[in-house]
C-alpha cells in the first residue's frame, strides 16, 4: 500500500513558479514508476509527466516541455514538478500517482495505482 500526500500548489500570476512536492509513505517508492496529472474542472485528467523508478527517464506533455520538470528524492521518498513560466491555461489540481513496483512511466491514468489527494494551483492573468 502507498499513501501520497501532495504540497505545494497555490495562488501565482502569469509567468510566475511554483514547485509541487509529493510524499510518498512505504518502502516501494524507489521502485515505483511516478505521474503527475492535472485536471481542471469540466475536463478529463490528463498527462502532466512522468519518471522511471530510478530517475533516468523522464515524459512530459508537449504543453509543458521546456517549462516544467519531474524528478524525485528517492532518498526522501519525495516526488517534485518543477513549474516555471507559468500560464492561466495551466490552472487546475494537480494530482502525483504511482504505478505498481517495477512497470514503466506511463502517461495513462489507468495504468497508476494509487493516486493523491491532489493539490490546487491557480495562475491569474
Known amino acids: 500500500q502507498v499513501q501520497l500526500v501532495e504540497s505545494g500548489g497555490g495562488l501565482v500570476q502569469a509567468g510566475g513558479s511554483l514547485r509541487l512536492s509529493c510524499a510518498a509513505s512505504?518502502?516501494?517508492?524507489?521502485?515505483?514508476?511516478m505521474g503527475w496529472f492535472r485536471q481542471s474542472p469540466g475536463k478529463e485528467r490528463e498527462f502532466v509527466a512522468a519518471?522511471?523508478?530510478?530517475?533516468?527517464?523522464?515524459f512530459h506533455a508537449d504543453s509543458v516541455k521546456g517549462r516544467f520538470t519531474v524528478s524525485r528524492d528517492n532518498a526522501k521518498n519525495t516526488l517534485y514538478l518543477q513549474m516555471n513560466s507559468l500560464r492561466p491555461e495551466d490552472t487546475a489540481v494537480y494530482y502525483c500517482?504511482?504505478?505498481?513496483?517495477?512497470?514503466?512511466?506511463?502517461?495513462?491514468?489507468?495504468?497508476?495505482?494509487?493516486w493523491g489527494q491532489g493539490t490546487q494551483v491557480t495562475v491569474s492573468s
Open positions: 519518471i522511471s523508478a530510478s530517475g533516468g527517464t523522464t
Open positions: 512505504g518502502r516501494t517508492f524507489s521502485r515505483s514508476a
Open positions: 500517482a504511482a504505478r505498481t513496483q517495477i512497470l514503466p512511466p506511463s502517461t495513462r491514468t489507468y495504468e497508476y495505482t494509487y
